[in-house]
Every structure is written in structure tokens, then in C-alpha cells.
Nanobody, 123 residues
């Protein structure tokens, strides 16, 4: 079974930084596009960032561009989301997801999901 486990969330003040990690088991990291999504209270889940199988391409939502960086370490089977200059509106549960077949921002294209990790940014 493919499993994705996120970690690294927590409470941080506005302007601070956090790094989220997603450890993937059951498949190699190079077999899928890996994405990060988030869901704030009362809102639908939204795309945050994705990285290609090779690691050579990344794409970000406009709301996080210039502040967040997605990366991965294939040897550790781990995807990261470095979050800098955090804002209260970044508060959400952050999810790691895998898309084995495409290159897409739509959540229904991702087949595997982690349980989520809470990020809370105080003002």
C-alpha cells in the first residue's frame, strides 16, 4: 500500500518559517508528480505547489509564489515544503499528495494522500 505521512506543522508567528516533510512508502518518489495542498477552516482544499518526477520542474499557486519552495530528496523518499514569510491566511491543514500519471493542479488527479499536518500562523 502506498502511504504518505506529513510532519513539521505547528504554531508560528506571522513572518516566521516552517518546513513540512512528506515521507512516501510503497513506491519510489520518482514515479509520481508530488503536490502540496491545503485546506483552511470553512474553505475547500486548494493547490499549493507541485514538483515533477525528475525534480526539474516546479509550479506554485500565486498566493505562495516567492514565499514557499517545494523540493524533494529521492534517496530519502521525502518531499519538502519550505514556507517562509508566513501569513495568518496560510493557516490550514497541509496535505501531501501523489499523481502517478500527470502534471496537474487539480486535486482529483492525485491518487494518494497523506493525513495532513496543521499549520497555524498567529498575527
Amino acid at each position: 500500500q502506498v502511504q504518505l505521512v506529513e510532519s513539521g506543522g505547528g504554531l508560528v508567528q506571522a513572518g516566521g518559517s516552517l518546513r513540512l516533510s512528506c515521507v512516501v512508502s510503497g513506491r519510489t518518489l520518482s514515479s509520481s508528480t508530488m503536490g502540496w495542498f491545503r485546506q483552511a477552516p470553512g474553505k475547500e482544499r486548494e493547490f499549493v505547489a507541485r514538483i515533477s518526477r525528475s525534480g526539474g520542474f516546479t509550479y506554485y499557486a500565486d498566493s505562495v509564489k516567492g514565499r514557499f519552495t517545494i523540493s524533494k530528496d529521492n534517496a530519502k523518499n521525502t518531499v519538502y515544503l519550505q514556507m517562509n514569510s508566513l501569513k495568518p491566511e496560510d493557516t490550514a491543514v497541509y496535505y501531501c499528495a501523489a499523481d502517478p500519471t500527470g502534471w496537474d493542479s487539480r486535486e482529483n488527479k492525485y491518487d494518494y494522500w497523506g493525513q495532513g499536518t496543521q499549520v497555524t500562523v498567529s498575527s
